[in-house]
C-alpha cells in the first residue's frame, strides 16, 4: 500500500456558534477536523504538533492497527498525553477495514470539538459492492457546548451529579436552522439530480444516540464501521455513538431543497434531548427556491421499537469477497453488567441521587486510569502500582439485572483492573445491561478489533438459551455496538492483534464515570504475532 503524510496543528481558535464566541480547541483551526483519505493497505502517518494549552492524545477509532497499540491514543492505556509546545508522530495502519470510520482526540472530553472522518477507499484493483457511486458526501454529527468541556466534565466529576447536556447538537460544526443564530450558516450538501451519492456518516456526538433522516428520500445503508453489509432500504437510521455509517442516497426527487434532520434517541433521560440538528439537501440547477422545505418524519425520542426495528436488520455482507470469520470454537468467556449507579459521596453531598454521587462500572468495577501508560507499563514488565490482572470474568453477583437492582445490592469498588488474552484465542463477550440509574442503551466499543455482533436479546442473558438464537452465518463486523438498556448483547471475535486494548463505553460521560476496561492480547510464538518495537519517541510519561 501507499504511504501518506499529515500534519494536524493542535491549536486554540475562535468559533462563533448560537449567538456567541469561544476559543475551541481544533485541529488545523477547522471543525470538523481534516479527513484522512487512504485506500484498504495504505498506512499514514500523522505527526500531531500540540500548540495548544494541555497534553493531549489522538484515537483512530476502529483502526485495527495490528501489533501497533503504540500509535492507539488512548491516554494513559497506551500512551501518555503529547505534552504542549511538542509533536508525536502517529503511524496508522490499514489493514483489514474498507470504508468510513474516524479520529478523535482521547483525552477527557476533548473529543468534543477535535475529531474528523477517515475515509478507507477499496484497494487498487478492487471495487465497492456496489455500482460505483457519483460522488460521495461526509456528514458528521457532533455536539456544541456553550462552557468550556474540560471545566464541564471536571465540575461534574467534583459534585459527582450529572455533566451539563450539550446546547447543540451539530452536523459537520454546525447546529441547524433551528437554533439561534444558525441559519446562515446551516451546512449545505450540493447535489446533481438524479444520481447515486456515498453518504459517509459519523456519529461525534459526546452522548446522545442519533436518528437522522433526509426528507422524501430513502437511505440505503451499505456499510457499517468500515465493513460491508446487505443493503438496508429505509426511511432513518439509528447510529449510536462511535459508529459510523456508510449510506446510498439516489437523488431523484424533483429538485429543490431538502432537510436533513437528527434527533436525540434518549428514551428515559430525556433532559438529553437537547433539540433537533439540521442541514439541507440542495439540488443544484434552475428552480424557483420553495417555500417550505420538506421536513422528515423522525421517530420519537423515547421510540425503542423504531431504533431496534433499525439496528435488528443489520447483517454482515458476507460475499465471496468479503468474507466473514466467526471462532466457533471459544476459549476466553466474559459476562459482563454494565451499570450506573451511585457510590457513597464522602460528606453525602453530592449532586447525584440520594446526595451519592453517579458511577459507572463494568462487573462492578469503576474503571481508574492510571497517571502512566498501561501499555509502557507492560511492555516494560514494571506493571507494580499501574494496573492489576484480576479483572473479573463474571459480575459478583447475579440478579434479574434490568430493572430491579437497588443500590443497597453493592456499591462499585474502584480499580485498574485489566484482562489477560492469550494470543489467538476465541473471545466471547456477553454484555448485560442493567437499568439502573439511566436508561440508555451502552455504546461499547473496543480498540484494536473488530468483532461480530452475534446476538442481542431482551432482559436477562441466558446461558443455555440465549446462545441457540446466535447468528454464526452474517453477524455484522463492528467496532461499537449499542447494548440494549434492558438486555444483552454478545460479541465474539479472535484475539490476534497482539497489544493493550481500550474498551469502554462511547457515551462520555459514562467512560469518564469509569465504565472501562482494558483488554490485554499477550505475544504468540511467532514474529507475526508479538507487539511491535515502540517508535523511537514516546511522549514522556513523568510530567502527567
Ligand atoms: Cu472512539 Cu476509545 O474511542
Ligand atoms: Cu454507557
Same mark, same amino acid.
Given at each position: ?18 449567538? @456567541?464566541?469561544? @476559543? ?131 465540575? /461534574? ?74 443493503? &438496508? ?5 439509528? &447510529? ?65 421499537? /423504531? ?10 455482507? /458476507?460475499?465471496?469477497?468479503? %468474507?466473514? @470469520? ?168 479472535? /484475539? ?23 483488554? &490485554? ?13 515502540? %517508535? ?9
Amino acid at each position: 500500500g501507499a504511504t501518506h503524510f499529515y500534519d494536524f496543528v493542535l491549536k486554540e481558535t475562535n468559533f462563533t456558534r448560537l449567538c @456567541s464566541t469561544k @476559543s475551541i480547541l481544533t485541529v488545523n483551526g477547522s471543525l470538523p477536523g481534516p479527513t484522512i483519505t487512504v485506500q484498504k493497505g495504505d498506512t499514514a502517518f500523522v505527526n500531531v504538533h500540540n500548540q495548544g494549552f494541555y497534553g493531549l492524545t489522538i484515537h483512530w477509532h476502529g483502526v485495527k492497527q495490528p501489533r501497533n497499540p503504540w500509535s492507539d491514543g488512548p491516554e494513559n492505556i497506551t500512551q501518555c498525553p503529547i505534552p504542549a509546545g511538542t509533536n508525536f508522530t502517529y503511524e496508522i495502519i490499514f489493514s483489514t477495514e474498507e470504508g468510513t470510520l474516524w479520529w478523535h482526540a482521547h483525552s477527557d472530553w476533548s473529543r468534543a470539538t477535535v475529531y474528523g472522518a477517515i475515509i478507507i477507499l477499496p484497494s487498487a484493483n478492487t471495487t465497492y459492492p456496489f455500482a460505483t457511486p457519483y460522488a460521495q458526501e461526509t456528514l458528521i454529527l457532533g455536539s456544541w457546548f456553550k462552557g468550556d468541556v474540560m471545566e464541564i466534565i471536571s465540575d /461534574a466529576l467534583a459534585t459527582g451529579g450529572e455533566p451539563n447536556i450539550s446546547d447543540a447538537s451539530t452536523i459537520n460544526g454546525q447546529p441547524g436552522d433551528l437554533y439561534s443564530c444558525s441559519n446562515e450558516t446551516t451546512y449545505r450538501w450540493l447535489v446533481d439530480f438524479g444520481k447515486t451519492y456515498l453518504l459517509r456518516l459519523i456519529n461525534a456526538v459526546m452522548n446522545e444516540e442519533k436518528f437522522l433522516a433526509i426528507a422524501n428520500h430513502n437511505l440505503t445503508v451499505v456499510a457499517q464501521d468500515a465493513a460491508y453489509i446487505k443493503p &438496508i432500504t429505509t426511511p432513518y437510521i439509528m &447510529i449510536t455513538p462511535g459508529q459510523t455509517m456508510d449510506i446510498l442516497v439516489t437523488t431523484n426527487q424533483p429538485p429543490s431543497h431538502y432537510y436533513i434532520a437528527s434527533t436525540s434517541f434518549v428514551d428515559g433521560n430525556v433532559n438529553f434531548h437537547n433539540g433537533t440538528t439540521t442541514a439541507i439537501l440542495e439540488y443544484n440547477g434552475n428552480y424557483s427556491t420553495p417555500s417550505t422545505t420538506p421536513f422528515p418524519t423522525l421517530p420519537d425520542h423515547n421510540d425503542d421499537t /423504531a431504533a431496534e426495528n433499525f439496528t435488528k436488520q443489520v447483517r454482515a455482507l /458476507a460475499s465471496e469477497d468479503h %468474507p466473514i @470469520s466467526v471462532p466457533l470454537n471459544i476459549s476466553t468467556s466474559l459476562y459482563i453488567a454494565v451499570s450506573i449507579k451511585e457510590r457513597i459521596c464522602a460528606d453525602s453531598s453530592c449532586a447525584g441521587p440520594n446526595g451519592n454521587a453517579i458511577s459507572a462500572s463494568l462487573n462492578n468495577i469503576s474503571f481508574q486510569t492510571p497517571s502512566i501508560s498501561i501499555l509502557q507499563a507492560y511492555y516494560g514488565g514494571n506493571t507494580n502500582g499501574v494496573y492489576a490482572t484480576n479483572f473479573p470474568d463474571i459480575p459478583p453477583h447475579f440478579y434479574n439485572f434490568t430493572g430491579d437492582v437497588t443500590n443497597s445490592t453493592l456499591y462499585p469498588s474502584f480499580g485498574t483492573r485489566v484482562r489477560m488474552i492469550n494470543y489467538g484465542e476465541g473471545v466471547e463477550i456477553v454484555f448485560q445491561g442493567t437499568n439502573v440509574i439511566e436508561s440508555e442503551n451502552h455504546p461499547m466499543h473496543l480498540h484494536g478489533f473488530s468483532f461480530y455482533l452475534v446476538g442481542t436479546g431482551s432482559w436477562n442473558f441466558n446461558s443455555t438459551t440465549s446462545p441457540t438464537t446466535y447468528n454464526l452465518v452474517d453477524p455484522p463486523e463492528v467496532n461499537t455496538i449499542a447494548v440494549p438498556k434492558k438486555g444483552w448483547a454478545a460479541i465474539r471475535f479472535v /484475539a490476534d492483534n497482539p497489544g493493550v486494548w481500550f474498551m469502554h463505553c462511547h457515551l462520555e460521560r459514562h467512560s469518564s464515570w469509569g465504565m472501562d476496561t482494558v483488554l &490485554i492480547v499477550r505475544n504468540g510464538n511467532t514474529s507475526e504475532s508479538t507487539i511491535r518495537g515502540p %517508535p523511537a519517541y514516546m511522549p514522556p510519561c513523568s510530567n502527567s
